[in-house]
């Protein structure tokens, strides 16, 4: 089997890892202490999340980020021919701009706790917080798996077999140097740091 060929079976068998395992209790049936503890839990094992499609699109972006800076050097480094580092170059940039079909979904499931739980101040952002980490840990990785594996079938059909196998090592190399620690907690972690009423207000109203 050639090193591509390796490369897509790699990510074709992902199995993804859920932070949240089970059948989770109804977040306004716990305690804050709970609440506090599972968002704790989930935050500090997102890395788990960081699963290899992750680290795919990290290579992806650093790549064509180089291409944009220094042409050259990712010309030089990937040793692929100009016009297919513009393919690959269209190709991520459209696949990032598409859309995320869970986000409303997530955002709707936080909204939901913000205006049902009976909590105030912090402990009504981290109930808030909990349910949209929940939605982060189960649709959202599944629906990133499937548009990562849609991704690298488009560039396999639009490169030449040569700069498709030279992207597929790259990739891989890059998988064996991650540490994997890819965050999808940005907006969590931000929220509850800044103790931000104003941010919860603005998604889900007072």
Not at 79 to 102: A, G, K, N, Y
Not at 110 to 125: D, F, K, N, P
Request: net charge negative; aromatic share 6%; with cysteine.
């Amino acid at each position: 089997m050639s090193q591509s060929r390796k490369f897509v079976a790699l990510i074709l068998i992902i199995c993804l890892v859920h932070t949240v395992s089970g059948q989770s209790r109804d977040i306004e049936e716990l305690s804050i202490v709970e609440i506090r503890s599972e968002l704790d839990q989930i935050l500090t094992n997102e890395f788990n999340r960081a699963t290899e499609w992750d680290r795919v699109t990290v290579a992806l972006k650093r790549i064509t980020s180089m291409f944009e800076r220094r042409p050259e050097a990712a010309l030089t480094q990937l040793d692929i021919s100009r016009p297919e580092m513009e393919i690959i170059q269209s190709v991520f940039e459209t696949w990032l701009q598409s859309s995320d079909r869970d986000g409303d979904n997530r955002i709707a499931k936080m909204c939901e706790i913000w205006e049902a739980t009976s909590l105030v101040g912090s402990e009504r952002i981290d109930a808030a917080l909990l349910a949209y980490e929940r939605e982060v840990s189960t649709g959202y990785s599944d629906f990133n798996q499937r548009k990562v594996e849609q991704l690298l079938v488009e560039l396999e059909s639009l490169l030449s077999p040569d700069s498709w196998e030279k992207l597929s090592l790259y990739v891989e190399d890059q998988l064996s140097r991650s540490s994997g620690n890819v965050s999808h907690s940005f907006f969590t972690r931000t929220v509850r740091t800044s103790q931000s009423i104003e941010a919860m207000n603005l998604h889900c109203g007072n």
